[in-house]
């Protein structure tokens, strides 16, 4: 017997149920900390491996139970009387790979026999495991748990071209772990022409990325080297335009507005460099015509009137009668009318009208409105009353995804909550469609792929919701992987997440997980016989997860490296702010004033 087999085993092979294995821990192995040439180890940790010798092979496994809960059923029901008589000294492992000689491979063609037995791994068993990674097209992002020594490596192409997400409870270091890997990309400067779009509600991740991202913002800080955030209406599909405004329209206004729009897009057609297809642009077609012209003449057709005049042949005709006094589009004025007759008489109302002028009085409102500057007061986007702007979706694209830095952050943390889901749900829509159209070109996602990272994803998935965001992310999730398009979901409320998207995963990062409908989340998305390594969830600490999946050769269980500039919460804090004096009443109208003229800045 080896010194070394002395030391390491632990245990003893029970019973084998495919590559679930029951395991008897040693009773002549009393220590739960046994030392191995100075190193400490614990055994039966959820999440640890082992190593079944086995001839010239060794099969590796990953404790997924510890303790009585993983004594077998059969065991149990034969002591069911003297329960307490069994030892609880038991592990449950799952077999995950094997090695021969020094190589060592994902998945196992043979199994162990009862009574082989069980060696705890050590060090230099986990750098074999570990050191198989494809270095060339990995990044680093931590080290494994169990020793400081081994770094995490992630196998960048099956992170990015096959999905991924991250989840975690508030405060488990879901937020450092994406910065950490989005560092890791663009820090490597092999990565030049790589590409990232990262969707950040609350900018928080502004700061963090710093060296490494261009950020576009509504009311951007110039000085910080923000961008201003436009998102041209007209790249908007017509219903998410539409959700924009409050209110909801009958069927045959909404026909009505919609045919209007293609009609003006049609016309919009020959001020664009490259001219499509009359017969292929709809109201979706992202082309771009004036809105504040549409409200206008939307507004003068409910509001004007007709006089009823006898013809020549005795029959009634209706004239239009010119209005009192012309608006002005541009500035969004309505043009005035004639009052219409009493009882009856002339002038008549337009008997067409479709009833909708406290809805295009909403419309205004949300084209004057200041928070929405965003969309409808967009510089150089913005169409001129002959739907012509200066700048076109082209050259919005190059503005997001082709600078010199690999990561493109939009902060959508001044959009307004009511429709920030609509809103960036669209622009991931727009980035996608523009890939998915340009899937030929050399600027498309398969000759330069894209990542789309995206905070809170829940927000963009909430189950059984039939919105553009859900629609898209999970197009992407099913087919974005043939057009280059990868995505990297992050959120705090797994069970908040589509099934089938979390199915699509090919790698899942669970960091910190209190919630236990939440884990059950995890454990459905996961491999059947890993379900039970949720268990250890709870209990992990801070920066700490379990990575599983494609991007790694055996489900891991690591600690993040810590991002130099920690992500910062956009909220003030409000021990910080009541220390402070009281501010000057007069202020309060300078607040009105701002209130009434929808201005913030
Ligand atoms: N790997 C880590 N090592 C050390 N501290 C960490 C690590 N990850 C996160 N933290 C710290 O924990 C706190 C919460 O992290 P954060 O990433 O904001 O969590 P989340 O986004 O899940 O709410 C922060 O103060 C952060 O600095
Ligand atoms: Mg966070």
């Known amino acids: 017997?080896?010194?070394?087999?002395?030391?390491?085993?632990?245990?003893?092979?029970?019973?084998?149920?495919?590559?679930?294995?029951?395991?008897?821990?040693?009773?002549?192995?009393?220590?739960?900390?046994?030392?191995?040439?100075?190193?400490?180890?614990?055994?039966?940790?959820?999440?640890?491996?082992?190593?079944?010798?086995?001839?010239?092979?060794?099969?590796?496994?990953?404790?997924?139970?510890?303790?009585?809960?993983?004594?077998?059923?059969?065991?149990?029901?034969?002591?069911?009387?003297?329960?307490?008589?069994?030892?609880?000294?038991?592990?449950?492992?799952?077999?995950?790979?094997?090695?021969?000689?020094?190589?060592?491979?994902?998945?196992?063609?043979?199994?162990?026999?009862?009574?082989?037995?069980?060696?705890?791994?050590?060090?230099?068993?986990?750098?074999?495991?570990?050191?198989?990674?494809?270095?060339?097209?990995?990044?680093?992002?931590?080290?494994?748990?169990?020793?400081?020594?081994?770094?995490?490596?992630?196998?960048?192409?099956?992170?990015?071209?096959?999905?991924?997400?991250?989840?975690?409870?508030?405060?488990?270091?879901?937020?450092?772990?994406?910065?950490?890997?989005?560092?890791?990309?663009?820090?490597?400067?092999?990565?030049?022409?790589?590409?990232?779009?990262?969707?950040?509600?609350?900018?928080?991740?502004?700061?963090?990325?710093?060296?490494?991202?261009?950020?576009?913002?509504?009311?951007?800080?110039?000085?910080?080297?923000?961008?201003?955030?436009?998102?041209?209406?007209?790249?908007?599909?017509?219903?998410?335009?539409?959700?924009?405004?409050?209110?909801?329209?009958?069927?045959?206004?909404?026909?009505?507005?919609?045919?209007?729009?293609?009609?003006?897009?049609?016309?919009?057609?020959?001020?664009?460099?490259?001219?499509?297809?009359?017969?292929?642009?709809?109201?979706?077609?992202?082309?771009?015509?004036?809105?504040?012209?549409?409200?206008?003449?939307?507004d003068d057709f409910e509001k004007r009137v007709f006089n009823k005049i006898k013809n020549a042949d005795s029959q009634y005709e209706l004239q239009l009668v010119s209005a009192l006094e012309k608006g002005d589009a541009q500035k969004l004025i309505p043009s005035k009318h004639n009052s219409p007759g009493i009882g009856g008489g002339n002038p008549n109302l337009n008997k067409d009208a479709f009833g909708i002028l406290s809805y295009l009085n909403g419309m205004r409102n949300k084209l004057l409105d200041e928070r929405y500057k965003f969309l409808f007061n967009t510089e150089n986007y913005d169409p001129d009353l002959k739907n012509k702007t200066t700048l076109d979706l082209n050259d919005l694209l190059i503005d997001w995804l082709s600078h010199d830095k690999p990561i493109t952050i939009l902060d959508l943390s001044g959009i307004p909550s009511e429709i920030m889901v609509s809103i960036s749900g669209t622009l991931i829509k727009i980035i996608y469609d523009a890939l998915f159209w340009g899937q030929d070109l050399d600027v498309g996602g398969r000759k330069q792929p894209l990542l789309i990272a995206l905070e809170e994803a829940h927000n963009y998935l909430k189950s059984g919701e039939n919105s553009i965001a859900s629609r898209t992310v999970q197009a992407i999730s099913k087919e974005g992987r043939k057009y280059g398009v990868g995505l990297l979901l992050i959120s705090q409320r797994p069970s908040e997440l589509d099934e089938t998207v979390l199915s699509q995963l090919g790698t899942l990062i669970s960091l910190r997980l209190t919630n236990s409908k939440d884990r059950g989340h995890v454990g459905s998305a996961i491999q059947d016989d890993l379900n039970d390594l949720v268990n250890l969830l709870p209990g992990l600490r801070t920066g700490e997860g379990l990575i599983m999946g494609e991007a790694v050769k055996i489900p891991s269980r690591v600690k993040f490296d810590k991002i130099a500039f920690a992500p910062k919460s956009s909220d003030p804090l409000v021990s910080e702010r009541w220390i402070l004096e009281k501010p000057e009443d007069k202020l309060y109208d300078e607040l009105l004033l701002k209130w009434r003229n929808r201005k913030i800045h």
Not at 224 to 235: D, R, T
């Open 1 to 298: 017997m080896s010194e070394e087999k002395f030391q390491t085993v632990i245990g003893h092979v029970k019973s084998v149920n495919g590559s679930r294995i029951s395991v008897k821990l040693s009773d002549e192995f009393r220590s739960s900390m046994p030392i191995v040439d100075g190193v400490v180890y614990r055994i039966g940790q959820i999440g640890a491996f082992v190593r079944i010798p086995l001839g010239y092979a060794h099969l590796y496994g990953i404790i997924t139970q510890a303790g009585a809960e993983a004594i077998p059923d059969k065991i149990k029901e034969s002591f069911e009387l003297n329960l307490s008589s069994i030892s609880s000294r038991w592990l449950t492992i799952v077999l995950v790979g094997e090695r021969i000689g020094n190589k060592f491979e994902r998945g196992v063609i043979q199994y162990p026999a009862p009574d082989d037995e069980v060696h705890l791994v050590t060090l230099n068993d986990l750098k074999i495991i570990y050191s198989e990674i494809k270095k060339e097209s990995s990044i680093i992002v931590g080290h494994i748990s169990a020793s400081e020594s081994l770094p995490a490596h992630v196998d960048l192409d099956k992170l990015v071209a096959r999905h991924s997400a991250i989840v975690g409870s508030t405060g488990s270091g879901k937020s450092n772990a994406v910065s950490i890997i989005l560092e890791a990309i663009a820090s490597n400067q092999k990565y030049k022409s790589s590409r990232i779009i990262l969707i950040d509600p609350h900018g928080e991740y502004n700061e963090t990325l710093k060296k490494y991202c261009k950020v576009f913002k509504v009311n951007s800080d110039k000085k910080k080297g923000e961008y201003e955030l436009h998102i041209p209406f007209w790249a908007l599909p017509f219903n998410e335009l539409f959700n924009v405004f409050p209110g909801v329209l009958k069927e045959s206004a909404l026909d009505h507005i919609r045919l209007e729009i293609q009609k003006r897009k049609i016309e919009g057609i020959k001020n664009l460099k490259k001219k499509p297809n009359e017969l292929s642009v709809t109201s979706d077609s992202p082309i771009p015509f004036s809105i504040k012209k549409l409200w206008y003449d939307l």
